[in-house]
């Protein structure tokens, strides 16, 4: 294989990869939701899955979107944005929750996926997570929100789970506290949450080997030698 650099290749070492994690605190999940109204079914579904992700024995933080500023409007130095950095950092997992708009995801949710970016000061802030995705609908069943951040997630290097829900006619499966009415809808957000807590500790310890490339490998070495005049 001419094409290839050796001294960056790697073979895949089976006993690295399957050796079982030690790893003893909770599962760490830092859950992300879309919109800023009080009655914010996007909140709700999201507290809802909080609950659940306790009741499995996750440690859950919620980011409040509430005064984070555009992308571009400020630095990344804004309190809020640094606030949004340090739990992603701090976290194992996202679940990411949107209303569904115009056919995507709001712009409050996109917000803050955009101030974490793939790379800050040689840390990647979200490689290597795992991701639950979910999103509310105010008429009948789509799955537009949910694709569109699964695209958004292999973006950001996360490994996004298979399960996911959508919540059809959001205004008729919460009560006037908030919280969700027994349904279908709810069963799925219960297997969704059960999904994301056996994948998060199924790759725990192993996301560091399981995201490290070739090319990346590669890239490094070209760096160095240039620094080293090599």
């Known amino acids: 294989m001419p094409a290839l650099d050796e001294t960056a290749f790697r073979p895949v070492d089976p006993e690295r990869l399957l050796t079982g994690n030690r790893i003893a605190h909770p599962v760490r999940v830092l859950m992300l939701y879309g919109s800023l109204r009080e ?19 996750a440690e859950v933080r919620i980011f409040d979107p509430h005064g984070l500023p555009l992308v571009g409007s400020t630095d990344e130095n804004h309190p809020k944005v640094q606030e949004l950095r340090s739990a992603s950092i701090w976290s ?8 569904e708009r115009h056919g995507a995801m709001s ?28 999103q509310v609908c105010g008429g009948s069943q789509s799955f537009n929100t949910v694709n569109q951040m699964r695209i958004l997630g292999r973006w950001m290097r996360m490994f996004t789970i ?15 506290s908030g919280r969700m009415k027994p349904s279908s809808y709810y ?19 192993q996301s ?23």
């Not at 298979?162 to 006037?176: H, I, R, T």
Request: charged share 25%; proline share 4%.
């Open 39 to 57: 009655r914010s079914y996007s909140r709700f579904l999201t507290e809802e899955a909080a609950r659940l992700l306790a009741a499995f024995g």
């Open 92 to 99: 194992e997992a996202h679940v990411w929750c949107s209303p």
């Open 107 to 134: 712009s409050v949710l996109k917000t803050q996926i955009d101030w974490l970016p793939l790379s800050a000061g040689g840390v990647r802030p979200t490689q290597g997570r795992t991701l639950a995705l979910m």
């Open 162 to 176: 298979p399960n996911q829900s959508s919540v059809a006619k959001a205004y008729e499966e919460f009560d006037e």
């Open 187 to 205: 069963r799925r957000v219960v297997d969704v949450m059960e999904e994301l807590v056996k994948f998060t500790l199924l790759l725990r310890g």
């Open 208 to 230: 560091a080997y399981l995201t490290e490339r070739y090319s990346e490998r590669v890239e490094a070495a070209e760096k160095r030698a240039l620094q080293t005049g090599a």
